[in-house]
């Protein structure tokens, strides 16, 4: 059986409290922001983990999951600045497929070595084990990850990130997560769902073909079943509808069939057929098989509604099939191309469905599911397989919402000091959609020298200190501070399975002082 994780601290606390019913309010992943701030420059994780985050790995022995697409805005090596940071020791590195440097060929097997500039072990997640032993991670106090995805499930960079989080639980290691841009955008959420039984390394948890998170959303998403230690450096000014373009940042190539962002975008679009003989070619610009008329199968794909891009007829050889034409990156939707590309193919030259029997065939582990093989066979149209899919597929956008860290608005990170003293918080603060700072909750009591105590049943929180006794109640817009009500502008909430609250309204409430700098995003309280 699976494992849920909750991450709740609960007490014994009997307080009762009536809130108002506008009050029940939920909270957005980042909500909205004031005007003044649309123009949050673009920062990646690793750079707001160097400018904001660096205590976290000062004096550590640093692990670092990285290949060549780990690099800064200007095209730094993660590798480098960490190995030339003299309060840091960085002491192990692992690769994913294709190895540290992203040559080795898809599916080959990459070997272990030592690096020859740093003389630091480089562990392959891609050779006997993909999976850090005890021994990979016996001289290191903390692993970092920084690879960019192309946001597709079978990308396989994710299922390290999921491996590393399953030995950081198990050998009690913290997983610092250095977010990057999911470069499809986080809008496009499609495709069939996969199946419990059907997780791989080439699909390792229940997501769609297109999951529309970043690597640090997708993180806390995995952090629901294994219960890792983790901490997400979240880009800054960085928006759900942004695609790579927005960001100015040049494409490095992620892997040899991966050179471009238009293999970026064509890769489920083509790259579904495994097993079939419908394949892509040019880099996953292409799509086609034996057996198929170029012109019919454009005619099909032009048809059917499919924005953003235009199918060119073009046979490579006797195969028949077309090219992709992207005209608006931003109403492309590859996972939803993909399939009505393989649905069309079928119809056109009927091919064998790969099936799944004492293994599991290729095509199933890349679908998720043996069911869209099924619908094949039963000759169901495009339109008609989707309408199978959707159901499920609306169940796990819901779920995906309390993962979710991006908003429609730049996303910037908040720092926190009290007294002075920063208080370092292991889920992030941000802003809800009444533009207050939200924090979790015993992370800010105790920096605030106050008792914390937390009901699950009541869903109440209660801070002690001095005499000074305050209640919060979760989307409740009143609180209690020594028996009096006070009406606040917004509600604690459960984001995450953490309890976020204003941070503005604990402060005061407390008897602080808190000050608010908007232009370095900092609130300190005295």
């Not at 939920?26 to 904001?52: C, P, R, W, Y």
């Not at 960079?157 to 986080?186: F, H, M």
């Not at 083509?270 to 199968?297: P, V």
């Amino acid at each position: 059986m699976r494992r849920k994780i909750i991450s709740i601290l609960a007490v014994v606390l009997i307080l009762p409290l009536v809130c108002t019913a506008a009050a029940a309010q939920t909270v957005s992943s980042v909500s909205a922001i004031s005007a003044e701030d649309s123009a949050v420059a673009f920062k990646l994780g690793n750079e707001v983990l160097l400018s904001k985050y660096h205590h976290l790995i000062a004096g550590k022995r640093v692990g670092l999951i990285t290949n060549q697409s780990g690099v800064n805005s200007k095209g730094e090596s993660t590798i480098d600045i960490l190995a030339n940071d003299p309060t840091v020791q960085l002491t192990a590195l692992y690769g994913p497929e294709h190895g540290l440097d992203g040559q080795a060929r898809a599916g080959a097997y990459v070997e272990s070595y030592t690096h020859e500039k740093l003389g630091i072990p480089v562990y392959s997640l891609y050779g006997p084990t993909r999976m850090p032993t005890a021994e990979m991670l016996a001289n290191v106090d903390v692993l970092l990850y920084d690879i960019q995805d192309i946001g597709a499930r079978t990308y396989t960079y994710i299922s390290t990130l999921n491996y590393c989080q399953q030995a950081a639980q198990k050998y009690g290691k913290t997983l610092i997560v250095l977010d990057r841009p999911n470069p499809l955008g986080g809008e496009i959420v499609d495709g069939a769902v996969l199946e419990e039984p059907f997780e791989t390394f080439v699909g390792v948890d229940v997501l769609p073909t297109a999951h529309g998170m970043t690597v640090g959303e997708l993180a806390l998403y995995f952090n629901r079943e294994i219960g890792a230690e983790i901490r997400v450096i979240p880009m800054e000014g960085y928006m759900r509808q942004m695609i790579y373009q927005d960001t100015g940042l040049p494409w490095v190539a992620t892997s040899p069939n991966i050179p471009d962002i238009e293999s970026v975008f064509g890769y489920t679009a083509t790259g579904l057929g495994e097993g079939t003989g419908i394949y892509q070619a040019d880099k996953f610009k292409w799509i086609g098989g034996k057996g198929i008329e170029a012109a019919r199968f454009a005619q099909l794909l032009n048809q059917a509604g499919l924005g953003g891009v235009t199918f060119v007829p073009e046979y490579q050889g006797a195969a028949g099939g077309v090219r992709l034409a992207i005209t608006d990156y931003r109403l492309f939707n590859p996972a939803r191309t993909g399939l009505y590309a393989l649905a069309y193919a079928h119809s056109l030259n009927n091919f064998q469905v790969p099936k799944s029997g004492k293994t599991m065939v290729m095509f199933d582990k890349i679908m998720g599911t043996d069911k869209i093989g099924n619908y094949l066979e039963q000759g169901l149209t495009p339109q008609q397989i989707e309408a199978q899919y959707t159901p499920r597929l609306n169940s796990f956008k819901e779920e995906r919402e309390k993962y979710l860290i991006y908003g429609q608005d730049p996303y910037r990170v908040i720092t926190v000091y009290v007294q002075g003293q920063r208080v370092d918080f292991d889920v992030e603060p941000f802003i809800d959609q009444n533009n207050r700072t939200m924090v979790p909750l015993r992370a800010i009591g105790e920096a605030l020298g106050a008792q914390v105590d937390w009901d699950e049943q009541t869903r109440t929180v209660k801070f002690t200190k001095q005499g000074q006794k305050v209640l919060f109640v979760i989307d409740c817009q009143e609180a209690l501070v020594n028996g009096i009500p006070q009406t606040m502008d917004t509600c604690p909430v459960i984001k995450n399975s953490r309890t976020m609250l204003p941070l503005r309204y604990v402060g005061e409430f407390l008897g602080a002082i808190v000050v608010w700098d908007d232009q370095t995003s900092t609130v300190k309280i005295d």
